[in-house]
Structures are given as structure tokens and as C-alpha cells.
């Protein structure tokens, strides 16, 4: 099934939460600073997350958002949109149970207060229409914007949707993401493929890693749409990590992530076994090591 189709990303959702342990720590580092970047609103400030999956995004966000509420004596409501209503359904359960995350229940608390609102709505990022112009102060958008066929319009979505002085953190993987790694050795052995040089989606989403590529992307240079964000209104950093995963939990994970799925079934019992035989170190555990790029793009207020 292609990446780009909801029911892939629909069905990936189940085996999405070890995929989550390891990307939270970026998205956590990407939200960080979203307090200080916000303009000055009288009333709530609303945010959206966009292709929020499950919901590592929305809740480390929620619990920025939060803490920032509290001190500053303001308001926040957040909508986490996605095409996936699988995703969100999720995301949203989380939301409604008790929780033992640290990060849904600071969400959960600051709703109980009624300083944070948290919604959900399915809605395609290429298409927003939802939504009125300039009514969000920020949007969010963490490993989402590489996967839908035109993220030029997903771009002119946000600059839509912006209000002047608003701001968007996109979060991309850079070069040396897990699956560059991995994918491709399993993939030989166990699908009788020869050894991959570019995997399907990888390819199609390892350009987005590239600051110079998503400069392009925010400029509006890639098509021949209207010219978007100054190159001076742009700002992007990167941000290292690595967590420890089980291979078991790494096999259930490649069997259902539209990354891998593109490349068909995987026989999830071998590929545990080949991960165990291969990849793991200390204590039978695999270390998956990222970088990812963050970039702040700010809506000039002149425009
Ligand atoms: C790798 S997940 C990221 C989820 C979440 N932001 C996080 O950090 O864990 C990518 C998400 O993009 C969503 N997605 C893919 N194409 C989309 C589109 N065209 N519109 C909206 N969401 C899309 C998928 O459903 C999936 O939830």
C-alpha cells in the first residue's frame, strides 16, 4: 500500500508506539521554545498540530502549552488534525483514559483547569479549508509534512492559516534515520530483494531533511504558486538522538509502517530473529539513532 494512502497510515496506527518512543524525544526538542515564538494575542492562542498520529506531537506540545498557560495567565487551544481518522481516534482515547504518561496527563490536567483545550479533526493537510484564514497563532507539524503527494500546498495550507506574526515548526528527519540502516538489510535477506540503495519512501522523504530543499519548499521557489516566506523569516536547527527499542517491538513496527510497507508483508517472526542475530547490543536491545531538522518559519507581519 502506498505511503501516501490513508488506509496504510490507518492501519500503521497499531503498531505505531514504539515508532512514537523514539520520535517523542524530537518533538519534544522541537516544541520546547514554541512558548517564546508565539505573538502576542489578547484571546486564546490556538495552535494546530498537523498530522498529529497518535499524538507524541500533540501531548508533548500540550504539555508546553500548559506549563506556558499557567505562567503567562493565558489560554490555549490546540487541534490536532490528521487524515487517519484511525490515528486521531487514538490520540483522542489517550486523551479520555487514565493516563501514565507524563505528557497526556499535564494535557489532561490543564483541560480539568480549563486552561488548555485539546480537539481533534480529520482534515488532509493539503486541504485545510476547514479552517478560516490567519486565526492560528502557531502550527505544528512533526514528521508529517514529507508523506502527502504535494507538501507545496500543504505549505501555502499553513501560510493560510497563519496569522501575522505566526509561526510553524516543521520537524523532518535529516539524513541517517533508522531505516536507512535497517530497512535495507533485512530487506535483503528476508524478501529476497537485492540490497536497496534508496527505499521507496525513504527516498521520496530524505529530501526534506535538507535545509536547502525546505527553504525552497517555504519560499514557494518549487512551483509556480505564490512566493511565500523570506529566506529571513526562515530558521532551522538540528537535533540529535538515539533511544533503545526491543526488537520485537522493532519487527511489529516495520510490519505495519507505510515506510516499510511500500517494500510488501514482512514475516514478522524472522524479522525479529534476524534483528536479534544482527542488530541488538546490550541486554538483546537495538539503539535507534536519528538527527532531525526543525525549522521556524514566521509569518512577517507586514504581510
Ligand atoms: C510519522 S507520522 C507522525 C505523527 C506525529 N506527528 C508524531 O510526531 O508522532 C505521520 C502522520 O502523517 C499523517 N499523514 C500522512 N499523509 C497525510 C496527509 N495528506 N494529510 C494529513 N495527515 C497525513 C499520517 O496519518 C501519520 O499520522
Known amino acids: 500500500m502506498p505511503a501516501d494512502s490513508k488506509d496504510s497510515w490507518n492501519s500503521a496506527s497499531e503498531g505505531y508506539a514504539p515508532f512514537e518512543a523514539f520520535t517523542g524525544q524530537f518533538t519534544r526538542a522541537a516544541c520546547v521554545e514554541l512558548p517564546d515564538l508565539l505573538p502576542e494575542t489578547s484571546g486564546t492562542v490556538r495552535i494546530m498540530d498537523v498530522a498529529a498520529g497518535t499524538g507524541a506531537s500533540t501531548f508533548a506540545l500540550g504539555k508546553q502549552m500548559s ?3 499557567r505562567q503567562a495567565r493565558r489560554t490555549a487551544a490546540i487541534v490536532a488534525t490528521d487524515f487517519s481518522d ?13 493516563a501514565a504518561d507524563s505528557e497526556v496527563a499535564a494535557t489532561q490536567a490543564a483541560a480539568k483547569e480549563g486552561v488548555l483545550e485539546l480537539t481533534s479533526q480529520v482534515a488532509d493537510a493539503q486541504d485545510l479549508s476547514a479552517f478560516a484564514d490567519g486565526t492560528f497563532s502557531a502550527i505544528t507539524c512533526t514528521f508529517g509534512i514529507m508523506f502527502p503527494p504535494s507538501p507545496e500546498k500543504v505549505v501555502r495550507e499553513f501560510w ?3 496569522m501575522p506574526g505566526g509561526v510553524a515548526v516543521v ?22 530483494h537485492s540490497r536497496f540503495k534508496d527505499l521507496p519512501m525513504a527516498a521520496a522523504t530524505h529530501k526534506f531533511g535538507q535545509e536547502c530543499y525546505i527553504r525552497r519548499l517555504f519560499r514557494g521557489d518549487l512551483d509556480s504558486g505564490p512566493k511565500l516566506w523570506k529566506d529571513s ?3 532551522a536547527r538540528f537535533v540529535a538522538g538515539s533511544s533503545v527499542c526491543l526488537p520485537q517491538h522493532l519487527a511489529a513496527m516495520m510490519n505495519k509502517n507505510p ?22 547490543g546490550e541486554n538483546g536491545q537495538i539503539i535507534l539513532r536519528g538527527t532531525a531538522l526543525v525549522l521556524v518559519a514566521r509569518k512577517t507581519k507586514s504581510e
Open 259 to 280: 515506510l516499510s510497507s511500500d517494500l510488501g508483508d514482512w514475516d514478522e517472526a524472522a524479522v525479529e530473529k534476524y534483528l536479534q542475530d544482527h542488530w541488538t
Open 67 to 69: 506549563d506556558h498557560c
Open 160 to 162: 493560510r492559516l497563519l
Open 233 to 235: 523569516d526562515l530558521s
Open 171 to 192: 520537524t523532518t528527519w535529516h539524513y541517517n534515520n533508522i531505516p536507512y540502516d535497517i530497512l535495507p538489510d533485512i530487506a535483503h535477506v528476508f524478501k529476497g
Open 86 to 98: 484511525v490515528m486521531l481516534k487514538t490520540l483522542m482515547q489517550k486523551f479520555n483514559a487514565t
